[in-house]
């Protein structure tokens, strides 16, 4: 592999799961319209994270600070359920647990699993979130497990289930890259974003000029002329509810088979941010707790000059990740009242 990154094209899941090592696991609660996915990496991964939006929920993000004494992670937990999501991932740090999977500071104690996670918020998405002291998070938790696989559904599937993004139904979206070399890079995301994923007034995606193979339903279209003058929440969650600007937030995970070290990690899933950036509009607002995680496996060589391919490797998880947030609402079916885009936008498109 050199630095160019030749001969780009999905892997052969167009899944994060191109990635080997990586497995995915949803559940779903469909009474309650929420969900958990979670993300096992065996063996474990070197992970960075960024956080770019004002109203983040997350766990064990401060043991992925280059400075700290954790060398790698066991999973990553995306979840429904706001405050009661973070629960999941409590879950998947004890089913790990049990099967001796973990950091270990010392060989004669238990091992540590390390499980960093972050939640989006769909407590008023129409589901059922009458569940006293018992929420379902650490029974999803331990479902997505039991449920881990390298193929997985997309759409309304586990923390994308009870989604809603901008205009229409959100959901769970994945994609990835390969290139001639063996480089590859993968991308998930849960969608609940305040910004829209099109522009306003058509049915395109602002994802579209990253698309690969008619993913998420190509030709490219034509952005309306004029759009980059309108108002900053045209077609947004603000723009049609008002009352739901707090009910948002883009989680995900992106990860590589390249060998990186904590920092660079970091930066790989600082750059990826722009993907959300590239996707959604607007993003990383005060009402979104937008957070991405960043996975590397270590199976490939990061060569030399090092910085500039780091840049490169950045480059291609934001378009990745684009092109996962778009799957995520092409794949989507409709809920509780909100359109899908295939029912919705799309299917106006088709009618033109």
């Known amino acids: 592999m050199d630095a160019s990154f030749t001969g780009l094209r999905p892997g052969p899941r167009n899944l994060i799961t191109?990635?080997?090592?990586?497995?995915?696991?949803?559940?779903?609660d469909a009474h309650a319209l929420t969900g958990a996915t979670v993300v096992l990496c065996q063996p474990r991964a070197t992970a960075g994270v960024d956080m770019r939006g004002g109203a983040p929920g997350t766990r064990e993000t401060d043991v992925l600070d280059p400075v700290a004494l954790v060398d790698g992670v066991d999973?990553?937990?995306?979840?429904?359920?706001?405050?009661?999501?973070?629960?999941?991932a409590s879950a998947v740090t004890v089913w790990l647990g049990a099967r001796g999977r973990g950091f270990r500071l010392r060989p004669d104690a238990p091992p540590a699993p390390i499980v960093p996670a972050a939640i989006l918020f769909d407590l008023a998405n129409g589901g059922d979130k009458s569940w006293g002291e018992a929420p379902p998070y650490g029974?999803?938790?331990?479902k997505a497990c039991a449920a881990a696989g390298e193929v997985f559904s997309l759409g309304n599937s586990g923390a994308g289930l009870g989604a809603i993004a901008g205009p229409v139904k959100g959901g769970l979206g994945s994609a990835s890259v390969v290139d001639d070399a063996g480089l590859?890079?993968?991308?998930?995301?849960?969608?609940n974003?305040?910004?829209?994923?099109?522009?306003p007034g058509t049915a395109?995606?602002?994802?579209?000029?990253?698309?690969?193979?008619?993913e998420f339903g190509g030709p490219a279209r034509r952005v309306t002329e004029g759009v980059s003058a309108l108002p900053p929440f045209?077609?947004?969650?603000?723009?049609?509810?008002?009352?739901?600007?707090?009910?948002?937030?883009?989680i995900a995970v992106v990860a590589t088979n390249a060998a990186l070290s904590v920092t660079e990690a970091t930066r790989v899933a600082i750059m990826a941010h722009d993907g959300l950036a590239r996707a959604l509009r607007p993003a990383h607002t005060p009402f979104d707790g937008d957070t991405v995680f960043a996975l590397a496996t270590g199976a490939v060589g990061l060569p030399e000059p090092r910085a500039r391919s780091l840049a490169g490797l950045g480059s291609l998880a934001a378009d990745t990740?684009?092109?996962?947030?778009?799957?995520?609402?092409?794949?989507?079916?409709?809920i509780a009242g909100i359109a899908s885009y295939r029912d919705g936008l799309g299917a106006a498109d088709r009618h033109k």
Request: charged fraction near 15%.
């Open 18 to 28: 191109d990635v080997a090592g990586l497995s995915v696991g949803n559940a779903e």
């Open 75 to 88: 999973a990553v937990v995306l979840s429904g359920g706001s405050v009661y999501g973070l629960e999941a």
């Open 139 to 142: 029974a999803l938790g331990r």
């Open 184 to 191: 590859v890079v993968g991308a998930l995301a849960a969608v």
């Open 193 to 199: 974003a305040l910004g829209s994923p099109v522009a």
């Open 204 to 214: 395109t995606f602002w994802a579209q000029p990253f698309e690969l193979g008619g």
């Open 234 to 250: 045209s077609g947004t969650k603000l723009s049609r509810h008002g009352a739901d600007a707090a009910a948002n937030t883009t």
């Open 321 to 334: 990740l684009a092109r996962a947030i778009a799957r995520a609402v092409y794949e989507a079916t409709g």
